[in-house]
């Protein structure tokens, strides 16, 4: 009786307060719409197929890409989840929308994505396996329907996991579960997966498929900053196993278009498939991403598969803002008050990006336009920072008496390598100056 019971409750839609949801049929003979976009937690581009990487991970996000538009040069709005999720989820940069720390929720008054697609008469659902990019941060605001490691995927209904949060693969039959039961002539699909993510772990045989004959000590966690010379064999064991989670995360993709597929819905649809933020892996002293702009945590994929979108290759300099945009533009809400631009629309000159962490008492915050990076710390907030590092040993890095420039010409020495700050180009320059003002004029709380 208590499993019938329990099975009832998760399979019930979780209706957001104020949220009326459209109607759930769709009218005879009509063609259901869909948009989907799908995260994959610190997903790097250039472990993908599609972006040039030999180890096979990524099939199902290559074949989108082969027929579909790729974008090259994408940046996160923020290098962690929490931060970077509600920028794609609601449109603006992270610190107008303030959810910017592990204990932060969205704002009640932050207008958000599924908010305007409701008003645009577009039914919402969100399948998400990492409660920071959920309901933990407030951002199944709106949403007609989410689910979440929180709210929905407790230990007992989501099974055998390998990072402790719920897999690819089922994550992708509840969002597929939905889909069979729902009739909305017009849908939004949230898919955020989590596979990837570290302590690095993955189903035996994809691991064995990327460790091959590897008879080292396989290491699944690392350090951010100190203690982390790892051996040769050591790193090689966890780009193996992250690769493995990513190729996990991509088999789960692939069910999901299949499932499409299956429903008929795969012409009408849209798939917009990103990722949240990289990972570092000692290209720079640092591993895992949290409070670091080198490219391997800001720079994210973007694949855009849909009847929009014509197929090729597009380098202009994009953010995750910009994917907000897009499906704006996709749905007909309303854009007013986005940050980004709709990627739709030809390549434009393009503003430059801000990405941003305030957390720990750490504020940094880079700037990148189309040559340049430019990043800018503040002294940290002492009294913050010491409540929540166990020692300041951890985190060379942070300063907490000046501040601290780097600046790297990302056409030049696209490794970032050469550090310019202590002598700023004039373009730099001016990029500093904007990302100063930029800072300044964040709104209070």
């Known amino acids: 009786m208590l499993a019938v019971l329990l099975a009832a409750l998760l399979a019930a839609p ?36 599609a972006y040039g990487y030999a180890r096979p991970t990524s099939p199902t996000i290559d074949a989108l890409a082969q027929t579909g538009r790729r974008f090259t040069r994408v ?60 309901s933990l941060a407030g951002l199944n605001k709106d949403f007609v329907l989410f689910e ?13 996991t390998y990072n402790g949060l719920p897999t690819g693969p089922f994550t992708v039959s509840r969002a597929l579960d939905h889909l069979r039961r729902s009739q909305a002539p017009r849908e939004f699909v949230f898919i955020f997966l989590v596979d990837p993510h570290d302590p690095y772990q993955a189903p035996p045989e994809l691991e ?27 790193r090689f064991s966890m780009m193996a196993i992250y690769d493995a989670g990513i190729r996990n995360a991509d088999t789960a993709l692939g069910t999901f278009v299949q499932g499409l597929r299956d429903l008929g819905l795969y012409d009408g649809a849209t798939l917009l498939v990103a990722a949240d933020h990289g990972e570092g892996f000692g290209e720079h002293g640092f591993y895992l991403h949290a409070h670091q702009f080198w490219d391997e945590v800001t720079r994210i994929p973007l694949v855009a598969h849909g009847p929009r979108f014509t197929p090729g290759v ?11 945009a897009t499906i704006a ?74 501040d601290v420039v780097q600046a790297f010409d990302l056409e030049a020495d696209p490794g970032e390598k050469h550090d310019l700050g202590s002598a700023l180009p004039p373009e730099a320059q001016t990029l500093l100056a904007k990302l100063k003002a930029f800072v300044a004029a964040t709104p209070s709380r």
């Not at 979440?148 to 055998?160: C, L, Q, S």
Request: some cysteine; charged content about 20%.
């Open 14 to 49: 979780l209706a957001a307060p104020g949220v009326t949801p459209p109607s759930t049929a769709a009218e005879p003979g009509s063609t259901r719409e869909l948009v989907v976009l799908v995260l994959v937690d610190a997903m790097r581009p250039d472990h993908l197929g």
């Open 75 to 134: 940046y996160t709005n923020a290098p962690w989840t929490r931060p970077s999720t509600a920028s794609f989820l609601t449109g603006v940069n992270a610190s107008r929308h303030h959810t910017e720390t592990a204990k932060s929720k969205l704002p009640p008054d932050v207008v958000t994505l599924a908010g305007r697609l409701a008003r645009a008469g577009w039914a919402t659902s969100g399948f998400c396996a990492n409660g920071n990019g959920g």
């Open 148 to 160: 979440d490691p929180t709210n929905t995927y407790h230990k007992a209904v989501r099974g055998e």
């Open 208 to 234: 064995r498929m990327f460790l091959g004959d590897f008879k080292g000590t396989i290491r699944r966690r690392a350090l951010w900053e100190t203690k982390n010379n790892y051996p040769a064999d050591e």
């Open 314 to 324: 597009d380098g202009r300099l994009a953010q995750a803002i910009d994917v907000t």
């Open 329 to 402: 533009a996709l749905t007909g809400a309303d854009p007013a008050g986005l940050a980004g631009r709709s990627l739709l629309a030809a390549p434009a000159p393009t503003p430059e990006v801000i990405s941003e962490y305030n957390e720990f008492g750490i504020h940094r915050q880079a700037i990148v336009s189309e040559r340049y990076k430019v990043v800018w710390q503040r002294p940290a907030d002492a009294a913050w920072f010491d409540r929540e590092v166990p020692t300041r040993d951890e985190f060379p890095s942070v300063s907490f008496d000046h």
